[in-house]
C-alpha cells in the first residue's frame, strides 16, 4: 500500500495533477464513461462525417465500461460551446458520475484552423484549456486528444510523406495540457507515422468515400479508435489491468510495427 501511495504521489508529480483528485480516482473500481468531445473527425460514420469515436467505443471497452459519442461534424472549440454540444457533455458527466468513472475526451483543430473560423491559435488554446477545467469541476478526468491527421501526402522527395497541417493545433493542444495540468494524447503524431509507414493506397482505404482524406470509414473508425485506446492505456494501465480497456493484439502490434491493418469481419 505504502508503495502503491508513493507511486501515485510520484505520478501525480510528474503530470502536475493535485495528488488527492489521482488518488481518490484511482481507488475507484467503477467502470470508466468515455464522453467524446469534438468535431467529424470523433463523430460517428455518416455521410458528412465520421472519426474513431465509434470505433473507440465499439471495439475497445469491457467490463462493464461504456460512453458517448458527442463528435460533431464541422464544430470547433467555439461552436461546440455555443451550439450547446459542450452543455451536453458536462450534463453527461453528471447523469453518469454516481455509477461510473467519467472521462472525456477532447479533440478538435480540423475546422478551428479554417481562416473562415476566425479563430487564433491563442484562442483555440484558452478554449481547450477552459474544457479541461469545466470537466474536472464536473468531476470527470479530461484527456486532450491532438487532431487525427488527415491523408494527405507530398510526394516530391519520391518517398510519400504526410502532409502535416494540424502540427500548430498538435502544439497548442500539448500547450494547453501543460498549462492545465490535463492528460494529453498525441493522436496527431501515431496517426502521422502509421500513415506515413503504410503509404497513400493503404491509408487510402480508411477514406469515408473515395476522396475524402479526412473522415473514416468503419474499418478505419476502429483501426484509429483503437490507436486511442492504447495511447489512453500508456497513461491509465490501471484501466487495462482492472479489463476496462482492451485494444486487438494484432492491431497494437501491426501499427507499432507500421504493418497495415484491416479489421477482420469488416468488408
Ligand atoms: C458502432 O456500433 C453501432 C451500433 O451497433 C453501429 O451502427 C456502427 O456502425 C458501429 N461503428 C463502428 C465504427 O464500429
Ligand atoms: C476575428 O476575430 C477578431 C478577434 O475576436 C475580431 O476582432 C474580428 O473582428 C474578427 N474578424 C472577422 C472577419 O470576423
Ligand atoms: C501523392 O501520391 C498519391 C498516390 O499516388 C496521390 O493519391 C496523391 O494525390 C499525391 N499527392 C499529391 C500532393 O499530388
Ligand atoms: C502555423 O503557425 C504559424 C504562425 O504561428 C504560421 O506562420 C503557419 O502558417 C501556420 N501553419 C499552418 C500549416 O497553418
New binding site residues.
Partial sequence: MKLILSSLFLVSLVLGLPVHSVLQEKASTKPPFFILAGDSTTAKQTSGGGGWGDGFLNTTLFNGASGKNYGHNGATTVSFRTGGDWGEVLSTVESVKADYRPFVTIQFGHNDQKPAA???LA?YTKNLEAFVAEATDAGATPILVTPLSRRNYDNSTGQPTIIQSLLNETKATVTAARHSGAIYINLNKRSTDYLNAIGPEKAYTYNLNADDRTHLNIGGSIVFGGIVAELIEIYRPDLKEQGFIHVNEELVSDVGKGIYYWPTGIN
Fill in positions: 476566425n479563430i487564433s484562442e
